[in-house]
């Protein structure tokens, strides 16, 4: 074992990467997929069918259900709630639960409910407290009740301002293009 798991953690995984830590009261079914140098904090279940890339922040009180799918350098704020079954009704299962995905570098505010079926995109940012309906597209901040979109950001958190081209230069020297989609690529 190659990770650290404290005393009162149930860890049923044997697939955990190396430097992960894993912290009180955390549950973690068998066929679960944690990756390397991840931070999961007190009082958090990780269900089976749930994989998690490296570098993630998984913060107290997160529930992981079944189709979730974390990828490298995320960050889950406390409490955040991800649903996996539109329809839930007690003791009636799906063939399959719905797949989420939180993308590379998205970050997710405290008490951000995430309804199942959604996709956050790389290096977005979800304000505390919002309820995601939809797909969040890479690179914006997005916030409220539903959540929608205020402005797009920089990997560093910047807002970003695009000219007359479609380019943004943030402070911190990262260049993005913004096609014809809306969608924001980086560019170096």
Known sequence: ??????????????KI???????????????????ENCNICDHCFIENNVEIGDNVTIKSGIYIWD?????NNA??????????????RSKKYPDSFLSTTVEE???IGAN???IAGNVIGRYAMVGAGSVITKDVPAYTLVY????????????CTEKLT????NIALCNCGKRYAKDSNETINPLN
């Open 1 to 14: 074992m190659n990770y650290f798991k404290h005393s009162h953690a149930l860890v049923e995984s044997t």
């Open 17 to 35: 990467g190396n430097d992960t830590r894993v912290w009180a009261f955390v549950h973690i079914l068998p066929n679960a997929k944690i990756g």
């Open 67 to 71: 189709g979730v799918k974390i990828e």
């Open 75 to 88: 960050f889950l704020g406390p409490n955040v709630v991800f649903t996996n079954d539109l329809l839930p």
């Open 105 to 107: 570098g998205a970050s």
């Open 112 to 114: 951000s409910v995430i």
């Open 144 to 155: 409220g009740n539903p959540a929608r979109i205020k402005y797009n950001i920089c990997e």
């Open 162 to 165: 695009f000219d007359s081209e």
